[in-house]
């Protein structure tokens, strides 16, 4: 029997639920429809928000299920992209330097690039991951 990845942290679920009306921790766990749901609506109204204190551990059994452990960490891939998006930071650490130069020089893209990231850098990851694993 296989042993389970843990490509996420509860930890840091629970943490960014904390900030949940933005809908941080959903997109954290890979689900960007929700977390941009919950982001315009303030968390479902904090109705929403309150739920997800109880479904955090749900959701991160989900993202360890769906997503592949390997070379890059999510969790160090998400603190980039949270704090240093604009910079490209995150895009660096993933191997993906002329991308994030790109971002670097204009600001994500002028800032569409960071919401195209909040929604694909877990699958993003994974695919990076998978590719690493397969050339090793």
């Known amino acids: 029997m296989a ?8 930890t840091i679920g629970y943490i960014l639920w904390i900030f949940g ?3 941080s921790h959903r997109f954290y ?7 941009t749901l919950y982001f315009c609506t303030l968390g479902l109204l904090g109705i929403g928000w309150l739920i997800d204190l109880f479904l955090i551990p749900a959701m991160d059994r989900q993202a360890d ?3 592949r452990e390997g ?5 160090v891939a998400w603190i980039l992209l949270t704090f240093l998006g604009l910079l490209g930071i995150h895009r660096m650490y993933m191997g993906k330097w002329v991308t994030g130069l790109v971002f670097f020089f204009t600001g994500a893209l002028f800032g569409a690039g960071l919401i195209y990231d ?7 990851i994974s695919f990076l991951n998978l590719r690493h694993e397969a050339s090793s």
């Not at 042993?3 to 509860?10: E, Y």
């Not at 070379?71 to 969790?75: A, L, M, P, S």
């Open 3 to 10: 042993l389970q990845s843990d490509t996420h942290s509860k």
């Open 21 to 23: 009306f933005t809908g």
């Open 29 to 35: 766990y890979g689900k960007p429809i929700s977390g």
């Open 65 to 67: 299920l769906r997503f």
């Open 71 to 75: 070379k890059i960490d999510y969790t």
């Open 118 to 124: 909040f929604w694909t850098i877990n699958d993003q």
